[in-house]
Antibody, heavy 125, light 108 residues
Framework: QVQLVQSGAEVKKPGASVKVSCKAS????????MHWVRQAPGHGLEWMAL????????HYAQKFQGRVTVTRDTSTNTDYMEVVSLRSEDTAVYYC??????????????????WGQGTLVTVSS | SSELTQEPTVSVALGQTVKITCQGD??????ASWFHQKPGQAPVLVIY???HRPSGIPDRFSGSTSGNTTSLTITGAQAEDEADYYC???????????FGGGTKLTVL
């Protein structure tokens, strides 16, 4: 079955970096974009970034430009999301999620399915 | 402020019908999708496109769009539907995507 399996929880100090992995299985990896989403404790979902099927194009939410990098390794069906210069506000669960899109009745729509299980990143001194 | 606005909390009596809404100008152009999320779990897709349910999602879930508002309707809400619900859509810049702030649904 289609699965996204993320790396384990991390505890980092302010100013450090973290790299989260997302390994895909059960589908053709190079047929889909992948998104990254985070959720701070007690807060809603926040879109961060996405990467195209062959790993050559990325887009980032403005607030993460320059501090977040997403990459793709097509030889291992794995995506990575790195955050540098961590601060306490980056404490959150980070998710990867597979992208779908379609056109219907002259309108486009996008959705995410499935999601990885999430990776908790705690930033604390 | 977010491009998609949801009411923070909604409640429904067991077995009754509830509508959760998501507003934003971008919804005049694109379809939104809907996710539910239970505590400690990853979000799960419940509605996508005009009104499609992934396999495994009960048919009591349906979606609709009118003007700048997209709605998720649960007809005959069950206790297991108690969760946070999020709408999601492409953003106005074209290279960003956005979530609504989320609606906490309580089934009484």
């Amino acid at each position: 079955q289609v699965q996204l399996v993320q790396s384990g929880a991390e505890v980092k100090k302010p100013g450090a970096s973290v790299k989260v992995s997302c390994k895909a299985s059960g589908y053709t990896f190079t047929n889909h974009w992948m998104h990254w989403v985070r959720q701070a404790p007690g807060h809603g979902l926040e879109w961060m970034a996405l990467i195209n099927p062959i790993g050559s194009v990325t887009h980032y939410a403005q607030k993460f430009q320059g501090r977040v990098t997403v990459t793709r390794d097509t030889s291992t069906n794995t995506d990575y999301m790195e955050v540098v210069s961590l601060r306490s506000e980056d404490t959150a669960v980070y998710y990867c999620a597979r992208d779908f899109s379609m056109e219907e009745a002259d309108r486009s729509g996008w959705w995410l399915d499935p999601w990885g299980q999430g990776t908790l990143v705690t930033v604390s001194s | 402020s977010s491009e998609l606005t949801q009411e923070p909390t909604v409640s429904v009596a067991l077995g009754q019908t509830v509508k959760i809404t998501c507003q934003g100008d971008i919804l005049r152009i694109y379809y939104a999708s809907w996710f539910h999320q239970k505590p400690g779990q990853a979000p799960v897709l419940v509605i996508y496109g005009k009104n499609h349910r992934p396999s495994g999602i009960p048919d009591r879930f349906s979606g609709s769009t009118s003007g700048n508002t997209t709605s998720l309707t649960i007809t005959g809400a069950q206790a297991e539907d108690e969760a946070d619900y999020y709408c999601y859509c492409r953003g106005s810049s074209g290279n960003n995507w956005v979530f609504g702030g989320g609606t906490k649904l309580t089934v009484l």
